[in-house]
C-alpha cells in the first residue's frame, strides 16, 4: 500500500524531528543553539502543525526545512507511541524558549510578531528577566521584505519570531537563506505568553499534557477549530498513518 501525500508529508516531518531524551541532552542541544555557526532555524512541531501540514506543502516544506525541530505536546508523544518510538521529552517552546533567552544574556534579540502592548510587554520582560538586549521590535503583521531587511540593518544574534502558523516558518526559512550566524526560534504564541494577552495553565495541568484544554476554555472561539476539530482529527490520522506503515512494512 503506497503511502497518501499527506502521510509522505508526515514521514518527513517524523524523520526531522530530533528527539531530546533527557535533561542532559536538553542542556547539550542548549549549548548548540546558543553558539550557532551559521545562520540555524528552530521549530516546533505540535498537533496543529501536523494538521497544517496536510493541508499546506509549502509550510510542510519550510517546516522540515528548519534546522532543529523539537517535539512539542502530548498529541506527538501520542504519535510516537503508537509508532513504537520512545517520544522523549516535551520540548515545547513555551517552556525552552524562555531557557534560550537567557543563555543569550547581554546579546542583541529582535522581536518580531504578535502586537502592541503585548509586544513590548514582552520585551521588557525579557530584559528584566533575561538580560537581553532588544535591538528590534516589530509586530507579527509586516512583509516578508520588511523582516529581511531589519535583519540585514540590525543583524540580531537571536530572533524571536511569534507570528503564529505557518507564516513564521515561511519567513524563518528566508532569513536563514540571507542571515549570517544567528538562531531564528519560531515561537507560536511565546510573545502573547511572555507580553500578558495569555496565560499558561496551572503546573499541575501543564504536567498532565492539559495545557490545550486550558486555552480552549480561554479562547473558545479562536481555539475552536484547532483543538475540538483538529485533536480528534490529529487522533484519527495518527491511527491511519500506523496502519499505512505497517501495511507498507508488509507487518499487517
Same mark, same amino acid.
Given at each position: 500500500?503506497?503511502?497518501?501525500?499527506?502521510?509522505?508529508?508526515?514521514?518527513?516531518?517524523?524523520?526531522?524531528?530530533?528527539? !531530546?531524551?533527557?535533561?542532559?541532552?536538553?542542556?547539550?542541544?542548549?549549548?548548540?543553539?546558543?553558539?550557532?555557526?551559521?545562520? #540555524? $532555524?528552530?521549530?516546533?512541531?505540535?498537533?496543529?502543525?501536523?494538521?497544517?501540514? !496536510? =493541508?499546506?506543502?509549502?509550510?510542510?516544506?519550510?517546516?522540515?526545512?528548519?534546522?532543529?525541530?523539537? =517535539?512539542?505536546?502530548?498529541?506527538?508523544?501520542?504519535?510516537?507511541? =503508537?509508532?513504537?518510538?520512545?517520544?522523549?521529552?516535551?520540548?515545547?517552546? #513555551?517552556?525552552?524558549?524562555?531557557?534560550?533567552?537567557?543563555?543569550?544574556?547581554?546579546?542583541?534579540?529582535?522581536?518580531?510578531? #504578535?502586537? @502592541?502592548?503585548?509586544?513590548?510587554?514582552?520585551?521588557?520582560?525579557?530584559?528584566?528577566?533575561?538580560? !537581553?538586549?532588544? !535591538?528590534?521590535?516589530?509586530?507579527?503583521?509586516?512583509?516578508?521584505?520588511?523582516?529581511?531587511?531589519?535583519?540585514?540593518? @540590525? @543583524?540580531?544574534?537571536?530572533?524571536?519570531?511569534?507570528?503564529?502558523?505557518?507564516? @513564521?516558518?515561511?519567513?524563518?526559512?528566508?532569513?536563514?537563506?540571507?542571515?549570517?550566524?544567528?538562531?531564528? $526560534?519560531?515561537?507560536?504564541?511565546?510573545?502573547?505568553?511572555?507580553?500578558?494577552?495569555?496565560?499558561?495553565?496551572?503546573?499541575?495541568?501543564?504536567?498532565?499534557?492539559?495545557?490545550?484544554?486550558?486555552?480552549?476554555?480561554?479562547?473558545?472561539?479562536?481555539?475552536?477549530?484547532?483543538?475540538? $476539530?483538529?485533536?480528534?482529527?490529529?487522533?484519527?490520522? #495518527?491511527?491511519?498513518?500506523?496502519?499505512?506503515?505497517?501495511?507498507?512494512?508488509?507487518?499487517?
Amino acid at each position: 500500500m503506497a503511502l497518501w501525500q499527506w502521510q509522505n508529508r508526515w514521514q518527513c516531518i517524523i524523520d526531522a524531528l530530533e528527539v !531530546v531524551p533527557d535533561s542532559g541532552a536538553a542542556q547539550r542541544l542548549l549549548d548548540r543553539l546558543a553558539a550557532p555557526q551559521a545562520a #540555524t $532555524v528552530l521549530g516546533f512541531v505540535n498537533a496543529h502543525a501536523m494538521n497544517l501540514v !496536510v =493541508r499546506d506543502g509549502a509550510y510542510c516544506q519550510a517546516l522540515s526545512a528548519a534546522d532543529v525541530l523539537l =517535539r512539542d505536546g502530548s498529541g506527538m508523544a501520542i504519535l510516537y507511541r =503508537r509508532l513504537g518510538l520512545a517520544p522523549g521529552l516535551n520540548m515545547n517552546g #513555551t517552556d525552552f524558549i524562555p531557557r534560550l533567552m537567557a543563555a543569550y544574556r547581554g546579546r542583541k534579540v529582535a522581536f518580531w510578531g #504578535t502586537q @502592541q502592548p503585548y509586544l513590548n510587554q514582552a520585551v521588557q520582560r525579557c530584559e528584566t528577566e533575561f538580560g !537581553v538586549v532588544p !535591538v528590534s521590535v516589530h509586530d507579527g503583521f509586516a512583509s516578508l521584505e520588511t523582516y529581511l531587511q531589519l535583519a540585514r540593518e @540590525q @543583524q540580531p544574534e537571536l530572533i524571536v519570531l511569534g507570528m503564529g502558523m505557518p507564516k @513564521q516558518e515561511a519567513v524563518a526559512a528566508r532569513l536563514a537563506a540571507v542571515g549570517g550566524p544567528c538562531l531564528i $526560534v519560531c515561537g507560536g504564541a511565546i510573545l502573547d505568553f511572555l507580553g500578558g494577552k495569555v496565560s499558561r495553565a496551572p503546573p499541575w495541568l501543564r504536567r498532565l499534557g492539559g495545557e490545550w484544554a486550558y486555552r480552549l476554555l480561554r479562547e473558545p472561539k479562536r481555539l475552536f477549530m484547532r483543538y475540538v $476539530v483538529g485533536n480528534p482529527l490529529f487522533l484519527l490520522r #495518527t491511527l491511519l498513518y500506523r496502519k499505512a506503515a505497517d501495511s507498507a512494512r508488509g507487518t499487517v
